[in-house]
């Protein structure tokens, strides 16, 4: 009987479930391949996981609130290549250009929140949108070449490891626990659940719908510029498409944390967790020597099964 | 007539779930030409006996009679088949199609495989002339009033020519008119030879209806008697267990408080050039047909749609407001009528639907204080008698404890004008007379409170002054003296005051 309700319990807290998932992996996969337990190796995952996590902030607070943010991807690349070009040269530290991109992004979040509660443009839209919008502005911008990175904050934030750990594994805390914050211990955080659930009610117990919409698209801009950079710093390196990956991936992680794709249930302590198993997948994946068309069938395929057997979405 | 076989029977059936036993050996017979009321709390079991009788459960135990014969295993086929109909309470109809598509939806006459629209609407106008839906039957049902499209609703049910008729809630959002149309309905189809299962918290149409009682009480047959033995407080005590005391609290000699409505030339929605001023301490109530603008009203003076004034003092603000919050920062907190998609945020706790309107309020460092949010959940859940962990998500609730979450989340806001809409809806007689006696006492409180009621007992007795609103405007405004069912139904339907005093 209380084995029974252990496992109730275990069942109605996906981020925990998530969390003894990924250490099962982890802990099949260091025993049967060589290598992958090493320290190294495990700290490569998670500092992946890192720029995964920290696009997958925004994206959860997005979709807690009932809407997705589809520009995400976009939004990396527009860092990743923007970041590099206007780095002013009479900036040694590198920190205005750093402020210059991720005041971009923020603002492109923005205009995805004024055209989602404005301009009443469902957030499916509005957001793809601007992300083909965004993707155009790149090519006639970047005229498709890769832009190296100079500014010595970015390399810095893509290389130092302080006391062994990675820079990004350290920004990805800071960001955890500021979104942990903002959801679990501040009103907005109440809100935007309240406004996922049910807008009209939300609405007419005094929330104030299109002031919360727009922190939230805003939020998820500037997350999406912060991991560009990170993954700017990691790669020394933007191109056109560098953030491609992390579109599906974001949206993958929030809903392998056990957040409800349709809004107001869930919380970034599942998305944690989320982003590793789905780094980890994919290493085990390449293990695996297969082309890289397989790959991507595996991939998607593994998604797909892992949200099967958690069977996360109950039934409303 | 009594002694006819009963066209349906349920006998000894128990039903649980998940362990939870809801029906525990309840018997229940309807017999043609019968109508039979079911009456109980909610929560009491009625919807699951309703569910069983109509095949869309399966009994655990005990067996279910069709004409005397024991029958295996009702599904919700063949209990059409046999002739069930059954009207919910909540609407299932399809807001897109017209109302003739609605009504013949599912047994829609076919030729040549086909819908025979033309046989589709000859029938369909024919049962509309029964329901008196006088609306032209290519109407989209969306375009309907809740009452409207109750109606319809039965119309669908009667299309399908059913020898049992099980009206839940029938008429929860019907006005006075409709009312009696579907009481004479019944007459008719009960005389037909048609069994009736007749679900309704208003005792007084039961009353005047059903001639045959059963009454549930957490899962269990507490009365099956005919109605001529027993009186409203009778029926009352079967259903509370308990002496129900009076249903409506007194009422205090009018203070005179200070004026927290003063509004002229009021016009929101479908609402035009209402004036009206009232103060503290007062219960007022807005009564009329259902859909006249009522509704409309309130959400423009909350700030929920647009809505303009000549003159409006709100709450001792400058009116009409532009967004909800500022209507909150005024001291104006709203009930919405539907309390499921407007009132509560379903899948989330009991506490943080308490908590939603006052976020913001009790914090400490910058960020929620956890220890005095649980005081105040703590607070409210006992004020209003909410009983149970409040970590529960706020659907689990039976409807009349659904209703105390949707009041009691504004208390800590101290509204001093709460817009009411219908808060009695679809709730028990027990916890209707709590929420009338909370209502008087935070009138006593000094606050002035506007109540929209469907159910004009309510405003005849709970109410210090009536509002009556017909086709968007003010057809009467009733003073203490001169309420009246009477001169409610009559403003409503349009009668002018002079007539009747003539």
Known sequence: ?316 | MDQATPLIEARAVSKAFFGNPVLKGVGIALRPGRVHALLGENGAGKSTLINLLSGALQPDDGEILIDGKPVARLTPASARAAGIAVVQQELSLAAELSIAENIGLGAAPRRFGMIDYGALSRRAAEICGLVGITEPLDLPVGELSLGRRQMVEIAKALFRQPRILILDEPTSSLSAHEVAILSGLVRTLAARGIAILYISHRLNEVQSLCSHVTVLKDGVVTADQSLAEVDAEGLVRLMVGRDPGEVFPPRGTPSGGEELIDIEGFSAGMVHDVSLRARAGEIVGIGGLVGQGQEDFMLGLYGAIDASARRAMIGGRPGPFAHVRAANAAGLAYVPADRKKEGLVLPHSIASNLLLPSLGTLMKHGMRDRAAEAGLVARLAERLTIKGDTSRAVQALSGGNQQKVALAKWLPLVPRVLLLNDPTRGVDVGTKREIYHMLRSFADEGKLILLISSDTPELVHLCDRVVVFREGAVAAELPREAISEEAIVGAAMGLGAKDRAA
């Open chain 1, 1 to 316: 009987m209380k084995g029974a309700s252990f496992t109730e319990r275990l069942l109605r807290n996906p981020p925990l479930l998530t969390f003894l998932l990924v250490a099962l992996v982890w802990i099949v996969a260091s025993l049967t391949l060589r290598g992958f337990g090493a320290y190294g190796h495990l700290r490569y995952i998670l500092e992946l996981s890192a720029v995964i996590g920290i696009v997958a902030a925004g994206q959860t607070l997005v979709i807690l609130l009932g809407g997705i943010d589809l520009s995400v991807g976009a939004v990396i690349t527009v860092t990743a290549i923007l970041l590099p070009l206007i780095s002013p040269d009479w900036d040694p530290t590198g920190l205005v250009g750093i402020a210059l991109a991720l005041l971009i992004a923020a603002a492109i979040g923005f205009m995805n929140g004024v055209g989602q509660a404005f301009l009443k443009v469902p957030a499916i839209i509005m957001t793809l949108a601007m992300a083909t919008f965004l993707q155009g502005l790149l090519i006639l911008v970047a005229g498709g070449s890769a832009v190296s990175v100079t500014n010595k904050a970015v390399i810095l934030l893509g290389s130092a490891r302080p006391a062994g750990v990675p820079a990004g594994i350290i920004l990805w805390i800071v960001v955890s626990f500021v979104v942990l914050l903002l959801i679990h211990r501040l009103p907005i955080g109440a809100r935007l659940l309240a406004l996922g659930a049910n807008p009209l009610a939300a609405r007419l117990s005094g929330v104030d719908v299109n002031r919360n919409s727009l922190i939230g698209y805003t939020l998820s801009g500037f997350f999406a510029g912060l991991a560009g950079m990170l993954l700017l710093g990691m790669n020394r390196q933007g191109y056109v498409g560098i953030g491609d990956p992390y579109l599906m991936t974001s949206i993958a992680a929030v809903v392998l944390g056990g957040t409800s794709i349709l809004g107001g249930r869930g919380t970034y302590a599942g998305t944690i967790p989320g982003a590793i198993l789905l780094v980890t997948t994919t290493a085990l994946i390449t293990v695996v020597n297969a082309s890289a068309g397989w790959r991507s069938v595996m991939f998607g395929s593994l998604i797909l099964a892992l949200l099967l057997v958690s069977g996360r979405e109950a039934r409303r």
